[in-house]
């Protein structure tokens, strides 16, 4: 045979996509693996492609091979086209390789005519039915292969209805829809000058030229031109028999899945309607009944309907979502695909498919998604309340949760309230340091700026608390204490909520749900853990969140924030004394006091986390951070401190900078005041010190420093470093194992990484920065324009959340390149935002990095990305 | 020999550096040219390595050596050590292969004794110079060879004084300094319980033990560990014997130049002094006398000294700053190197050394410093005037010249001030666009924030005006308009002065000379051209930049900054009622509104520039820099523009960014408004549309996006900007050539230069952003602790004014190369500031670039480094 135009669903498989486009190669596989499928047959892609050479149209060699199909349906359907008795439809639909939904065209109830239409008539004892569909093939075969107006048939139904003083189609008798068809056929000679076609034959041949030729209409073009789908693919035709299932009460429809897709119990689940189409279904006008009705309504049909499901899952390997229909007591299988399912659903059936056999422990990892966890590990709202919550606004998703409470300003007026016991939310332009407190106490945060790493952001999720940030569609005016959202007002105290999944606020209180995390997930993760190579660690600030994030597996610290502990309320007047010194002298008194209590958090720090390692940044932060920024700060520090608040004032003034973010920071702070570093070196020595001679195991702590550019400031700064430290070892005549490293965050020490690895013993990077250096994009401003971008597919995604592989992935490949030419067994991690995130994580792993490091809530989901990293590549 | 540890000036040549050190080589080549240098010898660096293996004694081999040529000395000489008639002393000095001035010891008058003191008087009739020379050798060999404590003599010579009455060394006569002598060798004895050495020999070898021995002095070391100069080099040692010019009439001493230093007129310049010491010219008690005079005084060493300096300058290649003496009517020259003269003499000098055909052009290039040309092209202080002035504070040399003026502190006080006819110098903390105005009319600028690269600097240096940035010294009060320096005020209307050359700001008036280009400037400016390969273009904003630019040698516009169209103070109301327009509606009003300035400006510049290439670059900084910031200035605003001054605020708030730097600037704006770069691309096709009309020849304009990160970014803009200029053709029926490209100042874009070349056909390095990126260094305030990188050696410079190589350097590296790959013809320049840095120059030449682009008055510095990386590559 020289060319095979027509492939009938027997002769297809999953495999052959390419030739038989993605719904023609499933409709294949369903069928032979032995599902009940309504017969029918594919026009190859490649017929596709002859088409558009034969100036569209169908050419005789094509056209006897598809009526040899005909027949050959006809035979296996034991229907036969155009007949009065029982007549055969077909539905005449697209199919590409690559799923294009809504683009091209299809057609429904091909083979109806005048004499069929009693036929359809007759079998489902519903001529108002029949009617109704052959007014609409007329109608759609008009429109897509004649291009016919739909305007004047919109007419005609619309005077008919008017005439009855109806408004909706389905108000209409039989009578009136009889009388509709001979309009329409009307309409459809008039615009053609010939009768609209009887044989099915010539319905079906226009048909298809129909279909084809839509793969070049504008819509198709410009989805393949977004998509980068090439236009030379062409796209397949599928020739499907049609069923009914209302034809009586042996007939019926339904949709069910394999196992209950809410938690994953292994039990069928869904529901379906006798004598009835598929939109009434869906219409919801009759309630359905449960599918275990039908073993007692129809045991045979139950029971040839378990044996597929088994069937399905055996082969699809997967949880299925089904649509079936019943005609006159034959099960057909209209559709089949692997079902949605919640996060909870979906790790215990993946548990249940890897213990049934069905799937291996790798295939049951990679079918979930690590972001899905999310839902696992914090409360959701009801969905149900969700939907008639009144939405004010929408930003990013900065943190996920859930949370509901009454609105707050500042940290103050928020701890008082929550003194009065009241739950509340935080609500500020954006967050800052001095919030922190605020932060603690509040049910969830809400920011009008910054991004997905703003400082709200990074804190929110470092604490597992929900968050929105960035919501530029909310005015937050923090001196009048009110929030304004398309022209309405939120007062101090107005009860809101907020989605942290889907980034929406909503007013008033919503329901929540917390979630539980059974026998099945932990034993998921073992399996896990079992085949994972990245190291997990998580940034934490505080023995809580180490603790929180130990329980969620987490391996050890990769990033401790020493400013953190410095934001601290108690602590605040030590720093600002310490940044506002008049000399060394004042400011070596200051350190003494903040040596004690850095030395305190250190010891707390290594007792809970054991054995485990834990790298130590210090201090990072510009030191205006710490400086009072309000009016009313500004006077009590000025008090406290006995500082002339014109003279705070001018300080403040001459530490302020035009971008703090590429200002005076991280190890600059060093090279002014190595004495500040000296303090922090010297607190982690000692406090090592004393939990070893508690008898604790310890790891030798890894002492970063941040913000390297040069290798000069690293040998500077770190010269400093060890000198404190052995100084620390000389006076208690013991030592203990550190080792210093650097974070990799500034994109000239990604280029000069050979260099640094000459002292730097690990590296750490720092993605945020070096996305925001990388990009010159400024975390906290970009918010305003990255939304744009993303609407105008100028980025697929925020580098912010994703690591950017081309562009700053590539500085992160040649600083491991040029580090490892220096010191082959550097150790190499990232402590950004990105660390977990699944398709960062999947890139740490393929650079070869040793760990990833992330918020303790996000641990999970690292573990499963790192996972499935070793299992796709 | 098995070791030649002595080499005897006759044996030594300049080649010998690494054997003879430095100093050594140097009298070794004078010598072999046939100068008359006093005679002498050299121990080699290889004998100073064994002498400290040898535990820093001499060894016999080395010392029969040394006598050898000691009595080898006095046999040239005809003098004899230790003689009461003709004595010989010599001095013995180190001589490093690198210079280490002042580092290392020296003995001087090495040879008196007893005796030979006697000798000496007679022989210069100066008994005082005589016991003087006397006391001071014995004190310098105590200290030097004995490390006997120098306050010890320092006593004695007190109490002598005090006894005389005097206060001052030089009042002591002839009996006082014989009684000082016998004190000191008592001292001696004393310390050393033996008698102070009178034998030559024993004081040679004492005093070579010495100086080799400083080798190892701890500031030889630090030196040595400051300027990377390897430890086990080890230092030569020159016994030179010593001549006197105080031995009579027929004896003398003097200075000379072998041409003017000032002008660099061809004639001999240069003073000496009868019967003197090289201290008495310097003391100046004695008028010298002008070096012609010695003509007539001394015909036949007037001679010898005409004959010499010629074979000087014929062998050494340049001007020549001599040091000489005359010893009883015979000549020697104690020192010769290359003249410091000023930048026009260099000039003058090198044109006419080539036109002699001792240089080739080629030299003659390579004999002038790039950066000397400021001083050409700039006015300057009188130096005399300079000394006595009264300095203030030092801050960044951000543009050169020198100016006086009065102070004020805003644009409008300083525009007032000088329509009454004040010279004014504009005083800021730092400058921002709104202050414009005031900038072009002051004499100088003066601000106490930014750097190198910071609006005040860049803008002034643009316009060749003097300016001093980042003066931290002292703290600018805006409001109360005072300058605060060392506790004083200045007040408004003071006068100061500003040395732009040397970041010096002055109290007062300061006389100032302004510089002439003559002819030979433009002689060697073309040399320079014809051989440099590199394009050089400028910086420039409006006709008279670039026509200033245009007569200092440029050859086209590299960057046309069309921002600085939009600060002019009339079009700002335009400016800002484009950004705070409501709608699209009204945006599109504004910009009709500077649609027809903006393209004015265009057809003036196009005009201008005439056939020569221009790179216009759309708009760049972010939208709030056009707001009004003063309260005066927003009320006004409010007041014009009819809005709501609370609305104003509201809007001005919200663009306001936390890092500007990173924020919604550049390309990124056009993302958001594509109008606003749709206005300035029709601008310039329109305005080269009739300026062709005209008949004038015109380059294709070349259009340039800048701060691209992103290849879609680049797509989407240039995809605007194409769409208004093929708008613009059709309107018009009418096509001109134009070419679209990119900034490269992102680090992304360079590392993503492949993709970029794709739609970009030219580059230009933007190396400030791309330094403040790589680095993670805000222009704006990297200037309070760049200074420290310094002090701590940390940076070698400020990577602003100077290209770092090995970290920015290679980011260009990378865009080049992978630019190059896509399209291997494409359009390669710099338009950063390190555009006019010679060494910046250099790395560009070597990367290939095919242009750089600088401010107009650095235009001649460029070219000359591009000439010069020529000839060094």
């Known amino acids: 045979m020289a060319n095979k135009y027509v492939y009938s669903f027997e002769e297809g498989t999953k495999d052959m996509k390419n030739l038989l486009g993605g719904k023609g190669a499933n409709l294949g596989e369903m069928t032979n693996i032995g599902l009940s499928v309504p017969a029918g047959f594919t026009l190859t892609t490649e017929t ?142 008039d615009e053609m000058g010939e009768e609209f076609p009887q044989d099915p034959k010539e319905q079906l041949k226009l048909s298809i030229e129909a279909v084809f030729a839509s793969w070049n209409n504008p819509r198709a073009i410009v989805y393949r031109k977004l998509n980068d789908i090439p236009d030379e693919l062409g796209t397949a035709v599928n020739i499907q028999s049609m069923v009914f299932g209302n034809m009586g009460k042996t007939s019926g429809t339904g949709v069910a899945f394999t196992r209950n897709p809410s938690n994953g119990e292994n039990q069928l689940y869904g529901e379906y309607l006798i004598d009835a189409q598929g939109e009434d279904v869906v219409a919801g006008i009759r309630t359905p009944e449960e599918i275990s009705h039908l073993k007692d309504q129809m045991p045979q049909v139950y029971e040839e309907f378990l044996k597929s499901t088994e069937l399905l899952e055996k082969h699809y390997k997967d949880m299925q979502d089904i649509e079936f229909t019943i005609e006159n007591g034959k099960l057909y299988f209209l559709q089949t695909r692997n079902g949605k399912r919640t996060a909870q659903a979906g790790i215990n059936i993946a548990v249940d498919l890897v213990e049934e056999g069905l799937l291996t422990r790798e295939e049951g990892i990679m079918s979930i998604n690590p972001n899905d966890l999310n839902q696992l590990l914090h409360p959701a709202f009801d969905k149900k309340d969700l939907e008639n919550a009144k939405r004010i606004a929408k930003g990013l998703s900065a943190s996920p949760g859930a949370s509901t409470g009454r609105i707050y300003f500042n940290s103050e007026d928020l701890l008082s309230a929550k003194g009065r016991g009241e739950k509340c939310i935080l609500v500020r332009q954006e967050t800052s340091p001095e919030d922190i407190e605020g932060m603690i106490s509040a049910e969830g945060i809400l920011t009008s700026r910054g991004g997905m790493t703003s400082h709200a952001a990074v804190v929110a999720r470092g604490m597992g608390k929900c968050c929105i940030a960035g919501c530029t569609e909310i005015r937050v005016d923090e001196a009048e204490k009110i ?121 707390e720090l290594f007792k809970a986390v054991g054995d485990k390692p834990i790298t130590i940044r210090l201090l990072d932060p ?48 060093a090279v002014t005041y190595p004495e500040i570093y000296r303090m922090q070196a010297r607190a982690i020595v000692e406090a090592a010190l004393d939990v070893k001679a508690e008898a604790e195991n310890l790891n030798a702590p890894e002492i970063m420093i941040p913000l390297v550019s040069h290798i000069k400031e690293l040998e ?86 994703r690591i950017d592989q081309k562009g700053i992935g590539k500085l992160m490949e040649i600083a491991v390149d040029l580090g490892k030419e220096t010191r082959p067994d550097i150790q190499l991690g990232i402590c950004g935002e990105h660390g977990g995130e699944p398709t960062s994580v999947e890139f740490c792993h393929k650079l070869g990095l040793h760990y990833v490091s992330c918020s303790p809530y996000r641990v999970p989901i690292a573990r499963l990305a790192a996972a499935q990293a070793v299992i796709v590549n």
């Not at 065209?105 to 001529?127: C, P, Y």
């Not at 008009?142 to 739909?150: C, E, H, L, Q, T």
């Not at 014109?646 to 403040?652: A, D, F, M």
């Open 48 to 189: 596709c492609t002859e088409f558009f050479e034969k100036d569209e149209k169908l050419w005789s060699e094509l056209l006897d091979e598809i009526y040899l199909n005909m027949e050959e349906l006809e035979r296996k359907t034991g229907k036969k086209f155009s007949d009065s008795a029982n007549p055969l439809l077909v539905s005449v639909r697209s199919g590409a390789v690559t799923s294009m939904p809504g683009m091209m065209d299809t057609i429904l109830n091909l083979g109806l005519n005048d004499i069929s239409v009693k036929g359809l008539a007759k079998l489902t004892s519903n001529e108002k039915f029949a009617y109704d569909s052959y007014r609409r093939f007329i109608q759609m075969f008009s429109d897509v292969a004649m291009n016919i107006p739909k305007v004047r048939f919109d007419m005609l139904l619309n005077s008919i209805k008017q005439e009855k003083g109806t408004e909706l189609d389905k108000d209409l008798q039989a009578e009136d829809l009889k009388r509709l068809v001979q309009g329409y056929k009307k309409i459809y000679l």
């Open 622 to 669: 510009p030191l205006h951070e710490f400086l009072p920024h309000s009016d009313e700060d500004r006077i009590n520090t000025s008090t406290l401190m006995k500082i002339d608040l014109k003279e705070l004032e001018s300080r403040i003034e001459s530490l302020s900078e035009v971008n703090p973010m590429l200002g005076h920071r991280g190890c600059r702070l």
């Open 716 to 801: 500077y700064v770190k010269g400093q470093v060890v000198e404190e430290i052995e100084a620390v070892f000389r006076e208690r005549n013991e030592r203990i194992k550190y080792i210093i490293g650097t974070m990799i965050e500034v994109p000239r020490a990604a280029l000069t990484a050979d260099e640094i690895a000459r002292e730097a013993e690990f590296f750490s990077f720092g993605t945020n920065d070096l996305t925001q250096m990388g990009f010159g994009f400024s975390r906290d401003d970009s918010g305003k324009f990255l939304s744009e971008y993303m609407d105008k597919k100028i980025l697929d995604y925020d580098p912010f959340q």
């Open 483 to 603: 929030i304004i959202a398309e022209g309405k007002t939120y007062k101090e105290g107005d009860v809101i909520s907020l989605d942290g999944e889907t980034g929406i606020v909503y007013s008033g209180e919503i329901k929540k749900a917390q979630p539980e995390l059974g026998e099945k997930f932990q034993k998921f993760m073992t399996w896990v853990d079992e085949i994972k190579e990245l190291g997990i660690r998580t940034n934490a600030d505080t023995p809580k969140e180490l603790l929180q994030a130990v329980e969620f597996g987490a391996e050890g610290v990769g990033l401790c924030r020493t400013e953190h502990m410095f934001f601290n309320l108690e602590r605040l007047p030590a720093v600002r004394k310490m940044i506002l010194a008049k000399d060394f002298v004042e400011r070596q008194e200051a350190l003494k006091e903040l040596l004690s209590v850095q030395r305190e958090d250190f010891h």
